[in-house]
């Protein structure tokens, strides 16, 4: 079964440091997303991402936040500089492009991020 | 803008009792969708089940059953005699139905203990 996968399982960072969480979504799927989790809280929208555009994101997604497709498989999201708050899960996800309406999202199993 | 609600913060049940998670949420806008989210203590988000808002049939699928009542705003979802593999964090969530902004808004999640 397809599934969407996410390197590295867990990063390790200094403050200020810049990190790349890497996502391969389901080869079929045109929409992707990123979230965020931090520990014990609630599952977090960062940014959504279809047809090579942002197609919205959240207040949490500043100037520190970037995503790229930089081919047909890969999905990234860089942090250019990090903070301690940014320590988190970070989940992506895709989804089918389906006519009418949102269908469900599959997520990766989350980069776990801990910014020192 | 939206909101989810899930004011169970955590249940705690013994094997083979039933578990009900309200969820209720808020929109302005008419064509929207609910999903209920699976988050076992591995850390992978999975998905259960998705409702748009112009389908309050309410169904049962194995163990699984939910309560869509958009009169009250609310997303109910039951877990039948319930296991001990049941135990994790659900979360509800809401995604509008607009162009290329499928984005979903989670709830705070709650916490299910199932005992042996």
């Known amino acids: 079964e397809p599934e969407v996968t996410q390197t590295p399982s867990h990063q390790v960072t200094q403050m200020g440091q810049e990190v790349i969480l890497r996502c391969v979504p389901i080869s079929n799927h045109l929409y992707f997303y990123w979230y965020r989790q931090i520990l014990g809280q609630k599952v977090e929208f960062l940014v959504s991402?279809?047809?090579?555009?942002?197609?919205?994101k959240s207040e949490i997604f500043d100037d520190q936040f970037s995503v790229e497709r930089p081919d047909g498989s890969n999905f990234t999201l860089k942090i250019r500089s990090t903070k301690l708050e940014d320590s988190a899960m970070y989940f992506c996800?895709?989804?089918?492009?389906?006519?009418?309406?949102?269908?469900?999202?599959?997520f990766g199993p989350g980069t776990r991020l801990t910014v020192l | 803008a939206q909101k989810v609600t899930q004011a169970q913060t955590e249940i705690s049940v013994v094997e083979k009792e039933d578990v009900t998670l309200d969820c209720v949420y808020e929109t302005r806008d008419t064509t929207y969708y609910l999903f209920w989210y699976k988050q076992p203590p591995s850390g992978e988000l999975v998905f259960l089940i998705r409702?748009?808002?112009?389908?309050?049939q309410n169904e049962i699928s194995g163990r699984y059953s939910w309560n869509f009542q958009k009169s009250t705003s609310s997303f109910n979802f039951t877990i039948t005699a319930s296991q001990v593999v049941d135990s994790a964090v659900y979360f509800c969530?809401?995604?509008?139905?607009?162009?290329?902004?499928?984005?979903?808004?989670f709830g705070a999640g709650t916490t299910v203990t199932v005992r042996a």
């Open positions: 969530a809401l995604s509008l139905a607009r162009s290329n902004d499928y984005k979903l808004s």
């Open positions: 991402f279809y047809n090579n555009e942002i197609s919205e």
């Open positions: 409702r748009n808002s112009f389908d309050e």
């Open positions: 996800a895709s989804s089918e492009s389906v006519a009418g309406g949102p269908v469900e999202q599959f």
